[in-house]
């Protein structure tokens, strides 16, 4: 069964730099995109982009165009997703997730929660 | 991009139905057939249950179903259960179809009474 393990739990001052990985197995890596996805306590999930694991093309939600990139390494098996300018609005949990061909994500990653706070 | 609109909350009786709607735009639920329903417990990652409108993964009960008109999607859950209280996200794909992006509701919290 496919699984995606999530790196751990980061604490970030404002105005800071995250890079969270997520490292698939089980699959073939680049016969799936990969999908970011956070959420912010006690709120709605919140989609941030996705990447093409085989030739490496990426979109970005607009609300995060120009502070998050996401790369992949096809060696490790493993995307990155890092976010940069942290805010104290970026504390969230930020979750990976397979898309399973044109459309649902599953499985999802375990979850790194990112706390930004001076 | 927009978030779809979820009502906030429903609730039902074990053994009644219950429906969730979600309401996107005709760039996204009304454009594409690739609309995703997710149950997520407290403190848990998000679990897939309908994707591609009506279809269910391996393993989930054919208690959930998906249906979609227009610019609305909908989740139906039938002989509602205790386990199936839980937040409930609809997702949508949008945008071009060459590079697609993805928009998920509000979400709804299902309280079974």
């Known amino acids: 069964q496919a699984q995606l393990m999530q790196s751990g739990a980061e604490m970030k001052k404002p105005g800071a730099s995250v890079k969270v990985s997520c490292k698939a197995s089980?699959?073939?890596?680049?016969?799936?995109?990969l999908q970011w996805v956070r959420q912010a306590p006690g709120q709605r999930l919140e989609w941030m982009g996705w990447?093409?694991?085989?030739?490496?093309?990426?979109k970005y939600s607009q609300k995060f165009q120009g502070r998050v990139t996401i790369t992949r390494d096809t060696s490790a098996s493993t995307v990155y997703m890092e976010l940069s300018s942290l805010r104290s609005e970026d504390t969230a949990i930020y979750y990976c997730a397979r898309r399973q061909g044109l459309d649902g994500f599953d499985p999802w990653g375990q979850g790194t929660l990112v706390t930004v706070s001076s | 991009q927009s978030a779809l609109t979820q009502p906030a909350s429903v609730s039902g009786s074990p053994g009644q139905s219950i429906t969730i709607s979600c309401t996107g735009t005709?760039?996204?639920?009304?454009?594409?057939?690739?609309v995703s329903w997710y149950q997520q417990h407290p403190g848990k990652a998000p679990k897939l249950i309908i994707y591609?409108?009506?279809k269910r993964p391996s393993g989930i009960s054919n208690r959930f179903s998906g249906s979609k008109s227009g610019n609305t999607a909908s989740l139906t859950i039938s002989g509602l259960q205790a386990e199936d209280e839980a937040d409930y996200y609809c997702c949508s794909c949008a945008g071009s179809a060459t590079l697609p992006y993805w928009v998920f509701g509000g979400g709804t919290k299902l309280t079974v009474l």
């Open positions: 089980r699959y073939t890596f680049t016969n799936y995109a």
């Open positions: 005709t760039s996204d639920v009304g454009t594409y057939n690739l």
């Open positions: 990447i093409n694991t085989d030739n490496g093309n990426t």
């Open positions: 591609e409108v009506n």
